[in-house]
Nanobody, 115 residues
Framework: QVQLVESGGGLVQAGGSLRLSCTAS????????MGWYRQAPGKQRELVAE??????IYADSVKDRFTISSDNPKSTMYLQMNSLKPEDTAVYYCTVKVGLQRRSWGQGTQVTVSE
């Protein structure tokens, strides 16, 4: 298992920006999948963005507003979130997968977007 630590969450007004970071306990070069999910109160955890085998996917609700990226030498993954909306309020989790191992998850970071 890989240990993941998220940071960068907080309170922001609608239209604002935040950048989430996720630092892994080991090199990212072996990761097959790296991504971000979120879970709002009373809802299921949902995909936000994910990088896998050279391709990147985004949830329709965040396309053109959010960008996922990674800095492998720093073992850190990012989620740049722009034009934030109140409906983006959720706990955000980073996740990685190595080969056939189970996914590893971070502890989550709260993002709250006010009107």
């Amino acid at each position: 298992q890989v240990q993941l630590v998220e940071s960068g969450g907080g309170l922001v007004q609608a239209g604002g920006s935040l950048r989430l970071s996720c630092t892994a306990s080991r090199s990212m070069f072996s990761f097959n999948i790296m991504g971000w999910y979120r879970q709002a109160p009373g809802k299921q955890r949902e995909l936000v963005a994910e990088m896998s085998d050279g391709s990147t996917i985004y949830a329709d609700s965040v396309k053109d507003r959010f960008t996922i990226s990674s800095d492998n030498p720093k073992s850190t993954m990012y989620l740049q979130m722009n034009s934030l909306k109140p409906e983006d309020t959720a706990v955000y989790y980073c996740t990685v997968k190595v080969g056939l191992q189970r996914r590893s998850w971070g502890q989550g970071t709260q993002v709250t977007v006010s009107e």
